[in-house]
């Protein structure tokens, strides 16, 4: 059964940093592209970052220069690095792995952003 777990997502401060993990069982995650997502209240999903399967990281212009993704494949863990956070980063945040037909999600994690 594969399952994601992400965990550290919290209340933080404007300009503050959160860090996101996202821990897959089930499937060797080298294997796998890894996604984040996040969907505020109201809104689409949204795209944030993909890991790839070389380890590089696209994010969407929303984030870039302000979040940083890496993979762990040896600890099958995924990070969401979160700095500068401003009040619109505020959602639940997803990963989400994929290859081929395969696709699986977390449950998410509530980030707030707020003074």
């Known amino acids: 059964q594969v399952q994601l777990v992400e965990s550290g997502g919290g209340l933080v401060q404007p300009g503050g940093s959160l860090r996101l993990s996202c821990t897959v069982s089930?499937?060797?995650?080298?294997?796998?592209?890894l996604d984040w997502y996040r969907q505020a209240p109201g809104k689409q999903r949204e795209f944030i970052t993909s890991?790839?399967?070389?380890?590089?990281?696209n994010y969407a212009d929303s984030v870039k220069g302000r979040f940083t993704c890496s993979r762990d494949n040896a600890k099958n863990t995924v990070i969401l690095q979160m700095n500068s956070l401003k009040p619109e980063d505020a959602a639940v945040y997803y990963c989400?792995?994929?290859?081929?037909?395969?696709?699986?999600w977390g449950q998410g994690t509530q980030v707030t952003v707020s003074s």
């Open positions: 890991a790839t399967l070389g380890g590089s990281c």
């Open positions: 089930g499937i060797i995650l080298s294997n796998y592209v």
């Open positions: 989400n792995v994929w290859r081929d037909t395969d696709n699986y």
